[in-house]
Nanobody, 128 residues
């Protein structure tokens, strides 16, 4: 299993950025793919997650209404469209994936439950 995140960079507050995560090697029928972030000195935070089978999504309260997660199964790629960015969004963003658990989907985001595969992070910096 491999995950490759890309798309990070330096933007100004109020601007947008789109992250991409390409995955390969999964054998599950349904995969949960999520975006997590970690800022210096802070705990890792689950940002958003999507189910590859039905497209169901969850967002953290901190990004709900600003970020949009989507997937392209044909390209095995998940996107995170980040709008109205602010300096508090600055962090290293990681994509992670694991088998989808219907009864624990929220935990897969908030606690990274079952998210066994992680890619290298991509740095997002938002200047004020």
């Amino acid at each position: 299993v491999q995950l490759q995140a890309s798309g990070g960079g330096l933007v100004r507050a109020g601007e947008s950025l789109r992250l991409s995560c390409a995955w390969s090697g999964f054998t599950f029928d349904a995969v949960a793919i999520g975006w997590f972030r970690q800022a210096p000195g802070k705990a890792r935070e689950g940002v958003s997650i999507i189910n590859s089978q039905d497209g169901n999504t969850f967002y953290s309260d901190s990004v709900s209404g600003r970020f949009i997660i989507s997937l392209n199964n044909a390209k095995n790629t998940v996107y995170l469209q980040m709008n109205s960015l602010n300096p508090e969004d600055s962090a290293v963003y990681y994509c992670a994936a694991g088998e989808y658990y219907s009864g624990a989907f929220r935990h897969q985001l908030h606690r990274a439950y079952g998210m066994d595969s992680w890619g290298k992070g991509t740095l997002v910096t938002v200047s004020s």
